[in-house]
């Protein structure tokens, strides 16, 4: 069969269903393998027998719509108990409430915008709303600081790499409607102090958020298997709200996460309610209009599937596959983990000056990993899954002769991507870095759509 060029119009006659399958087999052949698995984090893959099984679930609601919660019923019940069940794991007893959204980011949004508008809702001559969290908490947080305008304030983490809670204290005023933490974060894969959080949050009478968008199918589970953690869900009297992510460490299809909130007071916020409009009175508690059925269907299917004893076995094999790759890193002359990382979200740096991280960075994308790049401070990160367990030899091997490779040539720090993610995070003047970042999003979004390293 003949290849399909790249398409700028719709073509006058349809092509052959077949061919234009094959034709997407053919293009994401060259894509990141998430199944070896080589990729970490973009992808949360149990396996061909989870991933048939939700992919069943998501299709028996694959037309399916959430829009409006009193039509397909069975949908909203599922979604319902999809909330019950986090809220059940993350001990929000009898008085907690939820609702599904497409993801983290989507949770992280109606956060910012149910305590900004609880926040005005309380002292109506608040109008300069500020939300506290940590330099470590997610970018999903600044995004919804800009889109719903609150003015994000940053802390600096502590040496540990959680948030530091005098920091918070100090910024703590007025003007203050939230403060976000994580647990963990994304970056470093720390847990922050949650309790002394919630004890500072009692305190000032000021809404603590969770992000749990990583840790809340996770760390429940690492909880169960044993391994005790530090209290960070809503056993802290001082946490209001927490998002949760099914379709990250819930193995469930993409477009699932949960907004939690300790009452209905709180999350009556997030609700939007028109009365008047000729469409008719409407109600919805998110950010979307339309909502894939097939989302919820899966998170259903995954959570009752998995079960807890499978999640435990999860987390079990999560937990040791990570402690084997940080001890193999730390095991390599010049490399170190950043911080002590309690679950499997982690990122490492370089402790010699000889060993440019990004130039290692470049010789792992040169043995086919699909590696993330950290700033401030420089190093790689990893995400973990079970399914890593069969490569972290391979992995490891791949990164020793990294480094002796970058060792032996100086001049890598200086080419390739080691130069420009060197560039952008050593550059003084930020300004300089974010109107290149617009530049390369005119490009890649503009009408040649060109990818970065492409050129016209
Ligand atoms: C992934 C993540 C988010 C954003 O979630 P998306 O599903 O990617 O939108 C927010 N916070 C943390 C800590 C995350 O790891």
Redesign the pocket.
Known sequence: MENIKTTVSIPEQGLEREAVLEELRRRKAGDPDYRAPRTFSLVYYMGEEHTQFIQEAYNLYFSENALNPTAFKSLKNLEHEVVRMGVDLLHGGETAVGTMTS??????LLAVKTWRDYGRAKHPLNRKPEMILADS??V??EKAAQYFDVTPIRVPVGPDFRMDVEGVRKKINRHTILIVA?A???PHGMIDPIEALGALAQEKNVPLHV????GGFLLPFIEAAGTPLPLWDFRVPGVRSI?A?V??YGFSAKGA?LILYRDMDYMEHQFFVSQDWSGGVFLSPGLLGTRPGGAIAAAWASLMGTGKAGFVDHAKRTMETARAFMDGINGIPGLAVLGKPPASIFSYHSTDKDVDIYAVGDQLTERNWHVDRLQRPEALHAMITPRHSRIVDAYLEDLAQGVNTVRAHPELKRQGDAAMYGMISRVPLRGAVRSEVYKMARKMYGPQGLLPGETE
């Open positions: 993801g983290g980011t989507e949770s992280c908490g997610h999903a947080w994580s963990p974060d994304y992000d749990a968008c990583l998002s992510d379709h990250k996460s």
